[in-house]
């Protein structure tokens, strides 16, 4: 089994202008490269390479392509030709598709989900971010891209700093009350892998920060989640409107009933913190193994 690891130009080694979080990239092909049996293959390859460069692969596992989010129609189509060159990919390009705007966090609310009361707006500005304090009766609230990723482009306002008057989005948006619980306790993380959970971590953000990702100082701790907690998670993969996929990233944070609230639910190119999760590589294997058994 040869395996395609779809990255990005500014995730792969040795590239000049390589992102400060690439080292995830390198932590999740040693996890992978470490779990290759005899005669198997791993390679990293960006994503907007040839389509010939990935038809001598027997599937393709996307990994780290983090500017995908900025050419969705491109990244979308390459997924689907990779596809039908016979190439599995993982995770598919339908969930990758249904995943890509996080609209779908209303869809798995009306499917029973706990999640952060969102609103979903055409590229606001100023009176709809006040409109949206009275709507959620709250003094500060992050909007985010509903396609992004990374917390890159995405705003904390309060009721004493809101956007200015001629402030726009610029992007299709969902707003979110902020949750004093990421910063208090943390994001929770729960990885499954094959729909099956493999580990757990807490990611803590920077002093002054709310932002969890390691670009911006966040950091993480393995955790074992507490039986709701972990019940919670399994909510979301029940509710996905396809069966489990090769790999999940379910992001959630403690809400002030004090229940965990789903975040995001990452099934397209989500960091799997091998490191707190030592099987992270047989597992992914043993998944990918038994997809390429059964493509046609």
């Known amino acids: 089994m040869n395996i395609a690891f779809l990255a990005c130009s500014t995730t792969l080694p040795g590239a000049p202008d390589r992102r400060p979080d690439a080292f995830e990239h390198d932590q999740q092909m040693d996890a992978i490269v470490a779990a290759l049996r005899p005669g198997e293959s791993v390679t990293d390859i960006d994503w907007q390479a040839p389509l010939d460069a990935f038809a001598a692969f027997d599937a393709a596992l996307i990994g780290t392509p983090w500017d995908y989010f900025d050419n969705r129609d491109a990244f979308l189509a390459k997924l689907d030709a990779i596809a039908a060159l016979g190439v ?7 969930v990758v598709r249904w995943n890509i705007d996080k609209g779908y966090l209303a869809e798995l609310a009306e499917r029973g989900v706990a999640t952060i009361p969102t609103l979903l707006l055409d590229n606001p500005g100023r009176d709809e971010i006040l409109a949206a304090f009275d709507h959620f009766d709250c003094d500060r609230l992050v909007v985010k891209r509903r396609v992004g990723a990374g917390a890159e482009g ?6 004493d700093n809101p956007p200015a008057a001629d402030w726009r989005m610029g992007h299709a948006a969902l707003v979110q009350p ?45 955790v074992t989640p507490t039986p709701d907690d972990l019940a919670a998670a399994q909510k979301v993969i029940a509710g996905l409107p396809f069966p ?43 998944g990918l193994r038994k997809i390429t058994a059964s493509a046609p």
Not at 194 to 211: C, M, N, Q, T
Request: aromatic share 10%; hydrophobic share 40%; charged share 20%.
């Open 154 to 159: 995405q705003f904390d306002f309060t009721c």
């Open 88 to 94: 599995p990919v993982c995770n598919s390009p339908d």
């Open 178 to 222: 902020f949750l004093p619980g990421i910063v208090e306790e943390g994001e929770h993380s729960l990885i499954f892998i094959d729909g099956e959970f493999s580990h757990g971590l807490i990611k803590r953000p920077a002093p002054g920060d709310y932002r969890v990702q390691s670009l911006y100082g966040g950091w993480d701790t393995a």
């Open 244 to 286: 489990a996929p090769l790999y999940a990233r379910i992001d959630l944070v403690r809400g002030p009933d004090g229940a965990l609230l789903l975040m995001e639910a990452e099934v397209i190119e989500p960091f799997l913190y091998p490191l707190q999760g030592p099987e992270l590589g047989p597992r992914l294997l043993a």
